[in-house]
């Protein structure tokens, strides 16, 4: 193999070798026409190697929200020129598909099953039928086992064909099987169901939720709405529980934020709120009549000067009618002999006038149809509110606090009946009362515990004043001890400085008696032999005479530090 490829490269030299210009330049052109040809065959069959969502193309704005719900399960997709939506595998495509169908996000002309089934030339439609059929019994399985909440699902469809006459037509119906996975909360999660049934129905058309059955392996309903009254029930009185403590926080914050920036934090502590709400719904229709306002009031004036009338006529008529002939004479039939009492025999043939006039008139009237639909309201509030009277501390002629046994003594002022009805017209204001509903407001003054306070305020007065007379004592004695210190001192060093002025004395005393012999000596004519010690004092002596006579400002100073530190 090595010398047949040796053989064929020293070929392609020697021929290299022989080819003219031209014939070099035209091979280097087809070289690089294949490999472009190459390259691009690899560019365009890698374009589109994912797996489409939908069999139809979704245009915008369909595109860009199935794109971004897509992009929040971090599920990498993308569209192409003829705006197909792909994923990358089959798996994440079923998901998509799930996700979407289960929002609503479907569009109107996609369908979700296309591709699942193909149509020959030489297929039946009822072969055709069962096809779908099996397509979507796959396809419904498919998007059921990519929820994370069940493992496998088993789905079966019955789509009877078309009748004519909708009376007649057999309904669709579909029963599903699920298994559910580890842990899965899907059993007892309304909002899971009812996501599993908006997948089958939307998936499976005519079919109705009536007749769609869901149950687990174990055969228990699953979407069985009945089982589901009594959980629906207690979840409508959990949320109408919230919903009454929600406003008695409400208004308890309300009178809580008026009263203690009137009165502090210390005095109302807190504050009741009971409301009473009614949640039936109610639709009641009612007719009321209202008077005619002739004339509007006059703001202007000080007293009502309006006009006001029950009813107005709208249309009325008069008639007068007026006979004129003989008196009754009541007749039996005709050829017979009346039968009449002896008053109107008196009157026969008597002359007779009658007059009679009417009135007919049509009253109009204010009418207002009301129509009322009540939904949950209040039906009364009550709230109860405790304020604390002051505590004041009792003080003496000069000012300061009295004790009593170690304690402070306090008086209790309680409030007077006046702010508590103030205090009760503001609470009445912040809840809106109304006195046809039933509401009540208790405003109240009792004494509130403030025994462990007054304790601990006691105690660090107690403390406080312990505190202040240790610190007193211990000054005083420190100044005591202080002022011993200095009279020590001072006696010391009086004692000291007449020592010193003693020896002085006594030194100077000697100096003087032994100059005095020696001048004496000197006078007789006697040989003084100094000692070596006097020779030297003698000396300093002189060296302190001559230096003072040349520096005696440092000699001054000098004199001035000795006695400083004296």
Known sequence: MNEWFKKLVSNLKEKWAKWSITQKVIAIGIVLAVVFAIVLGFRFSGGNTGVRILQTPVHEPDQSQILLRLDQDNIKAWTDSADYIYVNDEKTAIRSRTIIMNEGRLPAMADPFAGYYDRGWSTTDAEQNVKKQRAMKVAIEQHLEALDDIS?????LVLPPDKLFKNDQTPVKASVILTLSYGSDLASNRQKI?????LVLSAVDGLLKDNLFITDVSGIPLNDDTGMELATRLSLIEKEQKLVQKLENYYRAQVLQQLQ?????KRINDVSVKI???FSERHTESVHYRPFVRKEDNK?????????????????????REWQGTGFNPQGPTGTEGNNPPVYDDMSNVIGRQIETGATQNFLVNTDNISEEYHPTIDRITVSVNVDGIWTKDLDDGGNIIFEKGRIKRTYQPVPKEELTEIADIVEGAIGYDKRRSYQVVVRNISVDHQEEFD???????????????IILVLIGFAAVLIVFILYRVISRELERRRRIKAEEERRRQEMARIMALQDAQNEGMEV??????????????????????????????IRTWLMEE
Request: proline fraction near 2%.
């Open 261 to 265: 920036g009137i009165k502090g934090t």
């Open 276 to 278: 009473d709400m009614n």
């Open 529 to 558: 032999t100094m000692s070596v010690e006097e020779r030297r004092r003698a000396e300093l002596q002189e060296n302190a005479i001559a230096m003072a006579k040349e520096h005696p400002e440092d000699v001054a100073m000098l």
């Open 300 to 320: 202007d004036t000080p007293y009502d000067d309006s006009e006001i009338v029950d009813s107005v006529v709208g249309s009325s008529q008069t008639v007068t």
């Open 152 to 156: 496998k699902a088993n789905v079966e």
């Open 456 to 470: 601990a305020e006691d105690e660090k007065i107690r403390r406080e004043r312990q505190t202040r007379m240790t």
């Open 194 to 198: 009812k996501g599993v049934e908006n």
